[in-house]
């Protein structure tokens, strides 16, 4: 089972080692912005890379309706498509290269607890949870510390990154009337 | 994007209606069991029905080993192949009939996020959550009052349903060595 990417994707430049996650923010962001700009979906990217040679290994992009699929969400699309490029259930198995997964906005209830599961060993973000429901998504029930849950069991978190740029991607969705796609029909 | 069931699924009765709660359950366990019978997967099965004639929409069986992907859990698995049915991304939106999650274990952290989104407007489980825990399954950092945190979102929640019976697959799945996919190799 794979998401297929929008045809789009096939422009990204996958040749180039980022090691810095202010450099990986940057490509899930510029996913999010041509997500939207391109009408293929929501105003979410995320790509998944090795920490130490910075080789990008999966994107992945928020295609919940376009895919009348509500688990769609970006970091699924990336944790899915890793996982079939490694052709494991577990990035973080026994002689695979630690992963990290970056994303346009802090990850919603679900995505949240996807990381674990995913075996990635580090997660970087851009805008907040805040900004995604201030548009009107509802992120779901996420407690408190979401932050130290992960980082109790081995994962690095590290926020805020390049927030302003994901932010507006946010608010560039909003203010083309994009569909909130929130379950029971928003209520 | 459709996670293919195993092939003894095609065995299943999907013509008879189930209207009760622990008919539904039945199903999920009975789903969960024969998963763990045939070697098909991890011991956790789930189905869809319409909440008032008791049709079966969808059927999920946890896929993570042989799929190689950690998402494939028979939560995932069920609501994908329903939106699939349906052919929309919100199980709960305006013309679509209410629909019932029925699961055979209460939602790890992530299927419990996914269910929101999903638009089901009821979930009823079996075994309980520190029943997985107990057999070696990290069900992820989940709020202590995830029920409540559903039921605030118009989502009813019916646990312990033949909680004795989705324990016991959970334990018949241990007994036989099943392996624990767990994120990190369980570290």
């Known amino acids: 089972m794979v998401f297929d990417l929008p045809a789009w994707c096939a422009d990204i430049d996958v040749e180039t080692a980022r090691t810095d996650p202010t450099d990986q923010i ?9 997500n939207v700009a391109t009408g293929s979906g929501g105003p ?8 130490e040679s910075g080789r990008l290994v999966s994107c992945g992009v928020n295609m919940v309706v376009p895919s009348k699929s509500p688990i769609a969400h970006a970091e699924i699309v990336a944790i899915t498509r890793a996982c079939e490029a490694t052709e494991t259930f577990d990035l973080g198995a026994p002689g695979v290269p630690a992963m990290a997964l970056a994303t346009s906005t ?32 509802d992120e779901g029930p996420k407690m408190a510390d979401w932050k130290q849950a992960l980082e109790r069991r081995g994962i690095e978190v590290i926020t805020d990154v390049e927030r302003q740029l994901g932010a ?16 029971r029909g928003g209520h």
């Open 106 to 137: 802090e990850p919603c209830a679900m995505c949240f607890g996807a990381v674990p599961w995913s075996g990635v060993r580090r997660l970087i973000t851009s805008a907040r949870d805040a900004e995604a429901r201030e548009i009107g998504f």
């Open 44 to 51: 979410f990217g995320a790509a998944i890379f090795e920490i």
């Open 168 to 183: 507006d991607v946010l608010r560039e969705y909003a203010a083309r009337g994009g569909l909130l796609y929130n379950g």
């Open 26 to 34: 940057r490509l899930a962001v510029e996913l999010a912005e041509r």
